[in-house]
C-alpha cells in the first residue's frame, strides 16, 4: 500500500543548543555527513573533493545576499522593519513588513538613510501576503548604502527588536562577509546558499586538481525559504515563488557531464529547485514554485551537498524525496547524537538520490 506522507512526518525535536548562531572559523572547517550509504560516516568539509570522481559537475547558485533588511517608521512614530524580497523596477520593490499595524495604502515612511518606502498594496494580489513599495531612489542602491544582511528568523542575536542600532559592528562584519558565498555575483537574494557557504579558495582549487568541473545558475532566494509549512496535507501547501535563471554554457555542461558518464552533484537545494525546474519544464528562466516531496521524479540531479534543515520545511521534504524518507531521518538522529550543527551557519551532508520509496 503507498504511503501518502503528511506534514507531521517531518517533524522532529532539535536541541535549541544544536542552532549554530555564528559560522565555523574557516569555511571548510565545518563537519560533513557522509550520508550516501546506510552507515553515515562522520568527515570535514575539506574531505569533499576526495569523495567526488573527476568528470563530476557542481552546480553551484551564484545569487548574492543584498542588505535587503532597511528600518524606518510610520508618520505616526512608530518603528517598522522591511525585508525586500524582490526589486520589481527602477523604484518599485516587493517586501515582507514588521509592524505593529499595518499604514494604509498610500502612506509615505520615512527609513533610516533618508528615503521614503511608500506603501502600495498587498502583493501579488489582495490577498498575498507581500507588499510593495515605492522607494524614493534606486532600491540595489539604497540597499547597498542602508541595509543591514537579511539573517535567518532563528540566529537570535538578530531578532526580536525594530532597532538597527542592537547590531554589534563585529557581528555585522562577521555577516557581511560570511553570510555571503566566496562566488557570489548577481544581486538579488534574501537569503544565502548555505550548502555553498562552506567553499574556499582551497576546496575549489582541490576539486579541479581531482578533475571535477563546475557551474553555475542563479536561484534568487527568498525569506519564504523559512517558512514552515502549516497544512497537514501537503498538496494544500502553496509553495513560495523564486526567481531562476539557467545560463546556456551550464546546460552545455550538464549534456557534457551525461556524456562523459559523469554525475551532477547540486550544491544546495536551490540549485536542485533550478535544475528540476528547468528540467519539468524546458525554460531557462522564469518564476519557479516546484514543490518536492518524497516520490518525485528527479531527472537531473545525482547527489546533493546540503545544510541541515528545519522541521516541517520544504528543505527537508525535498532532501527526503532525493535520499529516501526512513534515510533521512536516520541520518538526522545520528547528526543530532553527533551533535552537528543545523540550520545556515551549520556543518552540511552529502546525499545520493535513491529510487523514490513511494508514489504520492
Not at 513588513?97 to 515612511?109: A, E, L, N
Amino acid at each position: 500500500m503507498t504511503h501518502v506522507y503528511r506534514l507531521s512526518d517531518f517533524d522532529f525535536e532539535l536541541p535549541q543548543s544544536l542552532i549554530a548562531q555564528h559560522p565555523a572559523p574557516e569555511r571548510s572547517a565545518s563537519r560533513l555527513l557522509d550520508g550516501r550509504t546506510q552507515v553515515a560516516v562522520d568527515r570535514i568539509f575539506k574531505d569533499l573533493p576526495q569523495l567526488l570522481q573527476a568528470g563530476d559537475l557542481l552546480v553551484f547558485n551564484d545569487t548574492q545576499v543584498v542588505k535587503a533588511r532597511l528600518f524606518g517608521e510610520k508618520p505616526t512614530g512608530g518603528k517598522l522593519e522591511l525585508l525586500v524580497e524582490r526589486v520589481l523596477t527602477e523604484h518599485q520593490v516587493v517586501a515582507h513588513m514588521k509592524v505593529s499595524k499595518k499604514p494604509p495604502v498610500g502612506t509615505v515612511m520615512p527609513m533610516v538613510g533618508g528615503f521614503t518606502a511608500t506603501m502600495l498594496g498587498r502583493w501579488p494580489d489582495e490577498n498575498g501576503q507581500l507588499f510593495k513599495f515605492e522607494f524614493s531612489d534606486e532600491p540595489h542602491r539604497l540597499m547597498q548604502q542602508h541595509g543591514h544582511m537579511p539573517l535567518p528568523p532563528y540566529i537570535e542575536r538578530h531578532q526580536n527588536t525594530l532597532d538597527p542600532e542592537h547590531e554589534s559592528p563585529a557581528d555585522q562584519a562577521e555577516d557581511e562577509r560570511r553570510y555571503q558565498t566566496v562566488f557570489a555575483k548577481h544581486p538579488g537574494a534574501a537569503a544565502a546558499p548555505t550548502a555553498a557557504l562552506h567553499f574556499d579558495q582551497g576546496v575549489l582549487e582541490a576539486l579541479q586538481a581531482r578533475g571535477v568541473a563546475t557551474a553555475s545558475v542563479t536561484l534568487h532566494v527568498g525569506a519564504g525559504t523559512f517558512q514552515p509549512v502549516k497544512t497537514e496535507n501537503l498538496a494544500e501547501h502553496r509553495m513560495h515563488s523564486e526567481w531562476y535563471n539557467m545560463p546556456a554554457p551550464t546546460v552545455q555542461a550538464i549534456q557534457d557531464c551525461r556524456a562523459r558518464g559523469g554525475r551532477v552533484v547540486a550544491v544546495g537545494t536551490t540549485s536542485v529547485r533550478t535544475l528540476e525546474s528547468w528540467a519539468q519544464t524546458g525554460l531557462t528562466s522564469g518564476d519557479t514554485q516546484i514543490f518536492i516531496t518524497p516520490g518525485f521524479k528527479f531527472q537531473v540531479v545525482d547527489l546533493l551537498i546540503t545544510n541541515f534543515h528545519l522541521p516541517k520545511s520544504t528543505l527537508l521534504m525535498l532532501v527526503s524525496a532525493l535520499a529516501g524518507f526512513e534515510h533521512m531521518h536516520a541520518l538526522y538522529r545520528h547528526a543530532i547524537a553527533q551533535r552537528y550543527r543545523f540550520f545556515s551557519y551549520g556543518d552540511a551532508m552529502l546525499l545520493e538520490r535513491k529510487k523514490p520509496d513511494v508514489e504520492v
